[in-house]
């Protein structure tokens, strides 16, 4: 009999180890490109790397450079890949695969983007919204773990988010569903960037917020208002994150201005409860930064709005938790969830 720490027989033959599968995130933007491996379920990239997205170079040099960031991140030849997900910005269909227009990516009209990857690496790719993809991963490992039903909201340059129902990212007949920030919530607003007036994004992004500041100063409102001082009285560097500060350092007239787009949010978040019906409201983005200052008078709009207490009793709003990466996470969140059918 063999004792413990003895040599194997000459005949023994140690089994092979199985690979992990690997899933494989890439967020498209118009500044980078990013791609990140992961194992399924975990949202802790093994692998993440960051390219320029060159995106005046046009539609071939990007989709060359998409197809580069995905075997950076991926195995050599693609070994143990099981799929690949990737966010756009844009409408699109994903169910085709088709991006129809990304505005900051030239050349991309019409494009069947997921034909094109799935031929060039030949492994199943899914291509999703960027919105909705974000959606997606604080549903899976972020804000909305352990609901089936989430809806996400994106306050950043625009206001955009997606809706998690059963369980199931809510897509439409033709994948263009949940387009939170393109409700109108005033029909005498300001032009949206869309081409339609008073959307929610026209008025409570962080583009809105900062715009509206900037004419409000230049027309001689908050004369002693710490936006300027943050500025140096250059007006033109107004942010939503000076906008922000300020607010924090208790300047009236900035908290004003969160008020306010909080006050907007919230209703238009009253209408989404009575639409989808979520179980938690997760906010993220780059004004979602100031907290409180901007969820308070969100929360107490949206109960205000509200028809009846039983939408928002039990449906608290919570941050999101992804980060920066939250995008990059979504797409991989879609790869693993598309290769379990």
Known sequence: ????????SPCYTPP???????FIGVDVGGTNIRAASFTRNSHLPQKKVKHPTKAADGAEAIIKRIENAIRDVA?????????????TPGPLDPYQGIVFSAPN???????????????????PVFIGNDA??????????GGGRGHDDVLYITISTGVGGG??????MLLGANGLAAEVGHVTVDPAGPMCGCGQRGHLEAIASGTAISRAARARLEAGEAPD???????QGDLTKVSTTIIGEAAQADDPFAHQLLTEAGKVVGQALASFLHLYNPSVIVVGGGVAFVGELLFTPMREAMRQHAMNEVYWRYCPIVPAELGDDCGLIGAAALAMEEAKT
């Not at 009999?1 to 194997?8: D, K």
């Not at 195995?75 to 966010?87: E, K, R, S, T």
């Open 75 to 87: 195995p050599p030849g693609l070994d143990g890949v099981v799929a690949i997900g990737i966010g």
């Open 163 to 168: 809706v998690i129902s059963q369980g199931r």
């Open 16 to 22: 092979m180890s199985t690979p992990s599968p690997i």
């Open 225 to 231: 208002s710490k936006i300027r001082d943050l500025v």
């Open 105 to 123: 990516l030239k050349g991309w009209e019409n494009l069947p983007l997921k034909k094109i990857m799935e031929k060039r690496l030949e492994k």
């Open 132 to 141: 909705n993809l974000a959606a997606l991963g604080e549903w899976k490992f």
């Open 1 to 8: 009999m063999r004792s413990f720490g003895a040599s194997p």
